[in-house]
């Protein structure tokens, strides 16, 4: 346990405190120590009257902080970090304790103001938030746990849920230490959830008399997403004749502008010979760990012999075509994850026969405050064995086909799309003792907002292999799933997407561009089969009864010619309620086109169209929220912070 001291004014020569304890309060006076006079020394019987005082206080106030707080974790107990702000003045790091439902925060402010805002809203919002603050008057600072309304005004928690631990000082500036549960059962706090969580942050730069008085609209503030409920996952052990490769950028320059996605093109020696990648994990020049957005590493089509070298934005019209051809993912890394590993009896093959030597990174960097000049040499490590584990891991696309006949009408807050793998295609292409999912990476392009995979078994739903209920197409990763999923012959996978397009005045049709949609979940398995994809989309055939019938009941003519593409007829649709309901309506029950392809992008044999939907009798049950007891009373007030010898002046 981390003992935590109140700073009290020091006799000349005795020790500073580095921490301060929450609740001390402390005069204006006291908060300008650098012209107060050292205090008398007392007489011996006297110093050992105050010492026993002063030890009993601080015996009762850490029993009191371990009874309504807990015990702070030391600095070294956080594994995960990310920059909040791209200059790099706020660093999160943190853990999670399943057992406690808890999340800890360490917060470290290198150049500490009047205070700062940090917490979590549903999309990055800074209305309706969920927000812990650290405030200043000038004289005195306090913390508390607060809300914002729908106009982002700021109002004292009445059930004060952010418990601070701590504060200390140190050369790179202030750490503050404090915890949250996941769920509070609060209806003003934000659920902690799997998936993606936005953060926010705000920097107060003058003081404030009240927390009433901040004005969020005029302070620098930002977001920033993270997988906060990483799993507890042990690392297996690692062959002693593992070997690591580097694909980084060439010591580029970073674009003066707020997004660019840099493609780079590598290769493997000649006659690379087959390996396994056990684990990669992300290579950041220092200084830009707030720049470096996400990272992927591609594996090109082995139909080629050669790909041209290219260096450069992937948007650039000097690209080379062929590179498009590049797409088997072999790594992926998004801000705030870790290193990942595979499963100690399945590796990830590369190089040896029927396997391209040629590989391309991509990454994005997010540079908003426009910095000009910055070099950069990031990218992924991978580490690889020659030493072949039991099985060959693979990578099996679940969810939608890239197909336009796939839509969302505009003016959309939450339409839903599903796409299944049938278990007509897994009875087939799946061995007898079925496979094991240990990963996933959710795909959508801008509208997406959900994304959910529900494994189902003889029509009842057993389990979600991945879901992410605030998902964001800007932060992708491959996350490593919390246990293992085993699919048999016979199961079924059914992905969902959920998408907004209350900023679209047209349809938006399923496809490869940016402005259409995808609804995708890669899945990571062992041992590898044949089965590289399997995904549906509604029959083509009901969908041209679709547009007949909204051609019949709508005074603008539908063009529903042969000539006319299936986009064109989806943008000449008037959007009414009715056509909308009977949009959703068709692809709640019209038939499928089911693709059950093997890596040929060849269907396996068999009657893929007009295949019937799954039929579901038994949905898994809403998981409750976990509402812990209340520790004892937490006033709605904000807490008095000491940090007279913790402020930089």
């Known amino acids: 346990m981390q003992l935590k001291s109140i700073a009290y004014p020091a006799c000349s020569g005795g020790p500073a405190h580095k921490w301060a304890t929450p609740g001390a309060r402390v005069p204006s006076s006291s908060m300008q120590t650098s012209g107060s006079k050292p205090c008398p020394c007392p007489s011996f019987k006297l110093r050992e009257v105050a010492s026993m005082y002063f030890t ?129 059962c609060d209806p003003k706090d934000y659920l902690i959830e799997d998936g993606t969580v936005h953060l926010i942050y705000g920097i107060l730069e003058k003081p404030v008399h009240s927390l009433q008085a901040i004005n969020i609209s005029a302070i620098h503030r930002g977001l920033q997403r993270v997988q906060l409920l990483k799993p507890n996952i042990t690392i297996p052990e690692l062959p002693s004749d593992m070997k690591t490769m580097e694909i980084t950028a060439p010591d580029i320059v970073i674009p003066s502008q707020e997004t660019t996605y840099w493609c780079y093109m590598a290769e493997l020696p000649d006659g690379f010979p087959k390996h396994h990648i056990i684990m ?58 870790q290193a990942f590993y595979y499963p100690e009896e399945a590796g990830l093959a590369f ?172 899945v990571h398995y062992y041992p590898q089969t044949q089965l590289e994809l399997c995904k549906s989309a509604v029959d083509p055939g009901y969908l041209h009864r679709y547009f007949n019938l909204v051609n019949r009941f709508n005074d603008e003519e539908v063009c529903t010619c042969p000539q006319v593409s299936v986009p064109q007829q989806f943008f000449s649709v008037p959007w009414n309620t009715f056509n909308r309901d009977v949009l959703k309506s068709l692809y709640g029950f019209a038939p499928i086109s089911m693709h059950c392809n093997k890596s040929s992008a060849v269907r396996f044999p068999g009657e893929w169209e007009k295949q019937t939907l799954p039929t579901i009798t038994e949905r898994l049950r809403e998981p409750v929220p976990h509402c812990p007891p209340a520790p004892g009373p937490r006033p709605a007030a904000p807490v008095p912070l000491n940090l007279a010898e913790l402020r930089r002046d």
């Open 351 to 522: 190089g040896g026969p029927g396997s391209s030597r040629y590989l391309r990174l991509e990454i994005h960097y997010h540079n908003p405050l426009v910095f000009k000049g910055r070099r950069d040499s990031s990218g992924i490590r991978l580490y690889f064995t020659a030493t072949l584990r039991r099985y060959d891991a693979g990578i099996m696309e679940l969810g939608l086909v890239y197909t336009p006949v796939m839509a969302i009408p505009p003016g959309e807050d939450a339409f839903i799309l599903t796409g299944y793998c049938t278990d007509k295609c897994t009875q087939l292409a799946l061995p007898a003792a079925g496979i094991r999912i240990f990963a996933s990476q959710l795909h959508t392009h801008l509208a997406g907002r959900k994304v959910m995979t529900v494994l189902s078994r003889d029509g009842r739903e057993r389990q979600v292999v991945n879901a992410d209920g605030h998902y964001s197409p800007h932060f992708q990763e491959i996350r490593m799933l919390k246990e293992v999923v085993a699919v048999f012959p016979g199961d079924e996978l059914i992905t969902t997407c959920t998408y907004n397009t209350e900023d679209r005045s047209r349809a938006t049709v399923g496809g490869f561009g940016i402005l259409e949609e995808m609804c995708v979940n890669y």
């Open 56 to 184: 009993m206080i601080a015996v009762f106030l850490v029993i009191l902080v371990v009874a309504l707080q807990g015990s702070a974790p030391r600095g070294s107990d956080f594994p995960y970090k990310v920059p909040l702000d791209p200059q790099g003045l706020l660093q999160l790091s943190w853990n999670v304790s399943y057992p406690e439902q808890v999340v800890h925060f360490q917060l470290l402010v290198r150049d500490l103001r009047f205070g700062l805002l940090f917490g979590m809203s549903d999309r990055g919002e800074f209305e309706n938030a969920d927000l812990a603050v650290l405030w200043s008057d000038g004289h005195n600072s306090y913390f508390g746990d607060a809300w914002s309304d729908a106009k982002g005004q700021l109002h004292m928690d009445s059930q004060q849920d952010y418990q601070l631990l701590g504060a200390r000082k140190a050369p790179e500036g202030l750490y503050l230490l404090f915890r949250r549960a996941f769920s509070t």
């Open 280 to 337: 990669y994990e992300p290579v950041i020049t220092v200084g830009n760990e707030a720049l470096v957005h996400h990272m992927e590493v591609f594996q090109c089509a082995a139909e080629f012999d050669s790909f041209p070298h290219y260096n450069g934005p992937c948007d650039s019209k000097m690209k080379p075509d062929r590179l498009n051809y590049c797409r088997h993912v072999l790594a992926a890394w998004a801000m705030g994850a």
